[in-house]
């Protein structure tokens, strides 16, 4: 790697986790992503490896996922699951759910499950909640709803369950950012993107940190 042309730190992380190290289905989710336009909205390599890494430190055994895409990151979530363990994961769009279903039919369910839960997560997480308690969430779908689907993981984890938030950082635009980037993010989901953060960051209630990807990843455990 030491001779290839990088020039950043993105470049540099990206490569040495790279996707070309990835198993054939996730391939696939990438792939799928692609087909349904969404390519650069799946967890990048680096952040994969975290998230993967941080379930399988916490010993989650009872899992929710908000923002299925095409199961990429659920993926890296189940692998880092024990045996006997269950991943709810839930998508709203139909085009999505149908790739992310294809994907899950070719991936060894027979020590674990995957469950993919169709429709607006808002509503499908209140019936979700007789499942629980839960041992963590990873917040990753609608933006303007952070702060609810937060409400729910309040009231659904266990006490010491984990929180795990993507994309906190709304390109730059919780700060201000003046780039084009940040720019296309609309006032309202600015507001709640900032009261998510500050919450997730009252010691009162969470121990937690932000690791500082791309897209910012808020890492809390609930006191
Ligand atoms: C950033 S993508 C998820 C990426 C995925 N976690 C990954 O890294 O592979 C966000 C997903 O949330 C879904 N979504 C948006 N609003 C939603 C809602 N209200 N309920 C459930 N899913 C929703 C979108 O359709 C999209 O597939």
Request: net charge negative; glycine share 6%.
């Amino acid at each position: 790697m030491r001779d290839s042309v990088l020039s950043n730190k993105e470049e540099y992380l990206n490569a040495l986790f790279s996707n070309e190290k990835e198993s054939e289905t996730k391939k696939l989710s990438r792939q799928y992503s692609e087909e349904v336009g969404r390519a650069r909205i799946s967890v990048s390599p680096p952040e994969s490896a975290l998230i993967s890494l941080l379930v399988k430190m916490h010993g989650c055994k009872k899992f929710v996922e908000i923002g299925t895409l095409t199961g990429l990151s659920a993926q890296y979530i189940f692998e880092s699951l024990p045996e006997g363990a269950e991943l709810w994961t839930l998508e709203k769009e139909p085009a999505h759910g149908d790739k992310a279903a294809q994907v899950f039919a070719k991936i060894d369910q027979s020590k674990k499950k995957i469950h993919l839960v169709m429709g607006d997560a808002r509503e499908e997480l209140e019936k979700l909640s007789a499942q629980g308690p839960f041992d963590g969430v990873f917040i990753d779908g609608n933006k303007a709803a952070y702060m609810d689907y937060l409400v729910w993981a309040e009231k659904n984890l266990r006490k010491g369950g984990l929180i795990l938030a993507d994309n906190i950082f709304l390109s730059g635009s919780v700060w201000n950012d003046p780039s084009e980037q940040a720019q296309r993010f609309s006032d309202k989901q600015v507001r709640i993107l900032r009261e998510f953060n500050e919450r997730l960051a009252d010691s009162e209630l969470y121990q937690s940190a932000i690791a500082p990807t791309q897209e910012g990843l808020f890492i809390a455990i609930k006191k």
